[in-house]
């Protein structure tokens, strides 16, 4: 397992919330999503041998976000 924040730009509201949280789920090997608009962080639990973290930020970025980090 692995835990990583990805800074994303661009989120606002429980929509924006809604939208980060169904892509990354999308994904093989997602176990949770936790996004904080506030901090305007995405924190994932993921199995690394299952999903690349450059697909969990590819995937935040098809839905309209800037990723930063």
Request: some cysteine; overall charge negative.
């Given at each position: 397992m692995a835990i990583e924040t990805i800074i994303v730009e661009g989120m606002s509201c429980q929509h924006c919330v809604k939208a980060v949280?169904?892509?990354?789920?999308?994904?093989?090997?997602?176990?949770?999503?936790?996004v904080s608009l506030e901090k305007k962080e995405v924190k994932v639990d993921f199995d690394p041998s299952k999903t690349l973290l450059q697909a969990i930020k590819d995937q935040i970025e098809e839905e309209g976000y800037t990723v930063k980090s």
């Amino acid at each position: 397992m692995a835990i990583e924040t990805i800074i994303v730009e661009g989120m606002s509201c429980q929509h924006c919330v809604k939208a980060v949280t169904g892509a990354v789920q999308a994904l093989s090997g997602i176990h949770s999503v936790e996004v904080s608009l506030e901090k305007k962080e995405v924190k994932v639990d993921f199995d690394p041998s299952k999903t690349l973290l450059q697909a969990i930020k590819d995937q935040i970025e098809e839905e309209g976000y800037t990723v930063k980090s």
